[in-house]
């Protein structure tokens, strides 16, 4: 997963960005997903992105797209 912003834990910050690269190895995805912090975050819900290579989280409105390894 590629992020720029992390909370002070080191885990990314949720929320904070409107789009997200992930790769095979972050399936299946989840928004927040599990490096995110989840103090701040809405409910965890899965994303199907495996067959069109793009996902939108319906609570954040985050874009997530899926890029080989």
Do not use: F
């Not at 990314?12 to 960005?17: D, G």
């Not at 992105?49 to 954040?60: H, R």
């Amino acid at each position: 997963m590629t992020a720029e912003s992390t909370a002070p834990s080191g885990l990314i910050e949720p929320n904070a960005q409107n789009r997200y690269q992930v790769t095979r190895g972050d399936l299946p995805l989840s928004c927040p997903m599990p490096g995110m912090s989840l103090w701040n975050s809405h409910p965890k819900v899965y994303l199907p992105i495996e067959k069109t290579g793009t996902a939108k989280c319906p609570y954040c409105g985050a874009d997530y797209s899926l890029v080989e390894d």
